[in-house]
Nanobody
Framework: QVQLVESGGALVQPGGSLRLSCAAS????????MGWHRQAPGKQRELVAR???????YYADSVKGRFTISRDNAKSTLYLQMNNLKVDDTAVYYC????????????WGQGTQVTVYE
């Protein structure tokens, strides 16, 4: 089993920056790709960014050029650097991970709130 714990959510003004962290523990060897998802009130959860075990990355169009996903395997930690934040980035951000050989996100964290307010 894998446990994921996010941190770093906060209140921030437009144009500000935040770095989210996701600490993984347990059966780390069961993790393949990892990703950050978000869910805003009244909206469906969406994939924001993904990074594979070989460090290949994917970003949603809405965050390209502003967000950067990275992982420190030695620390078993996933990061999301968010710059030039916009009001539309307000959401609960979730860390998730897949098992080897699967595209499904099996493991999920509890989420961390990011609020961008004017």
């Amino acid at each position: 089993q894998v446990q994921l714990v996010e941190s770093g959510g906060a209140l921030v003004q437009p144009g500000g920056s935040l770095r989210l962290s996701c600490a993984a523990s347990g059966s780390i060897g069961s993790i393949n790709a990892m990703g950050w998802h978000r869910q805003a009130p009244g909206k469906q959860r969406e994939l924001v960014a993904r990074i594979t075990s070989s460090s290949s990355t994917y970003y949603a169009d809405s965050v390209k050029g502003r967000f950067t996903i990275s992982r420190d395997n030695a620390k078993s930690t996933l990061y999301l650097q968010m710059n030039n934040l916009k009001v539309d980035d307000t959401a609960v951000y979730y860390c998730a991970a897949t098992r080897p050989g699967s595209y499904l996100y099996t493991y999920w964290g509890q989420g961390t709130q990011v609020t961008v307010y004017e």
